[in-house]
């Protein structure tokens, strides 16, 4: 097999649906000239599926049975864990913000993690140590649930913005 016609079998086989590329191995051997790129219409993922309807669900009732803003709230001035796990929080999404809204809507950079390569694990280990300041302050009302309901409720609040746009 001569290198063009393998090139040309690798196009076709990313271009072509597999009916089409069978009908074209049965036709021979066309030329580049005659094959034609097939676009496959596909419709978009409902926003709203099983999925994203089940953790937004989830973090719903664990608000409700836990109590969740109301041990926040009592919890905020006793821990100082907490207030740098918040202060954490705020890095980090000042981070994404920074990153969404500057960088890609005002500034046009598309590509803002190939130009300023430290943000994204900046905004990343921000974010985890976060999470674990916030396990460790709230370990005393929830014990060993705790990495699982602030789990949930991080899956909760990302489907709900998913369901935003």
Not at 50 to 75: C, M, P, Q, R
Not at 95 to 112: D, Q, R
Not at 150 to 161: A, K, R, S, W, Y
Request: glycine share 6%; proline share 4%.
């Amino acid at each position: 097999m001569d290198s063009s016609r393998a090139r040309q079998q690798l196009r076709r086989r990313f271009l072509l649906l597999p009916d089409a590329e069978a009908q074209l191995d049965r036709e021979g051997d066309a030329g580049p000239e005659t094959s034609t790129a097939v676009e496959k219409k596909e419709k978009p993922l409902p926003r709203l599926n099983i999925h994203s309807g089940f953790w937004i669900l989830a973090s719903i009732v664990v608000t409700y049975y836990v109590d969740f803003f109301k041990t926040l709230k009592e919890n905020f001035h006793t821990s100082s864990w907490f207030l740098c796990g918040s202060a954490l929080l705020l890095v980090s999404l000042s981070i994404a913000f920074y990153c969404i809204v500057y960088l890609e809507w005002y500034c046009g950079i598309g590509e803002y993690d190939v130009k300023y390569p430290a943000l994204i694990p900046i905004t990343t280990a921000s974010f985890i140590a976060a999470g674990i300041c916030f396990n460790i302050a709230l370990w005393h009302v929830w014990s060993f649930f705790t990495p699982l309901l602030l789990f949930t409720q991080f899956m909760g609040v990302v489907m709900f913005i998913t369901l935003l746009g």
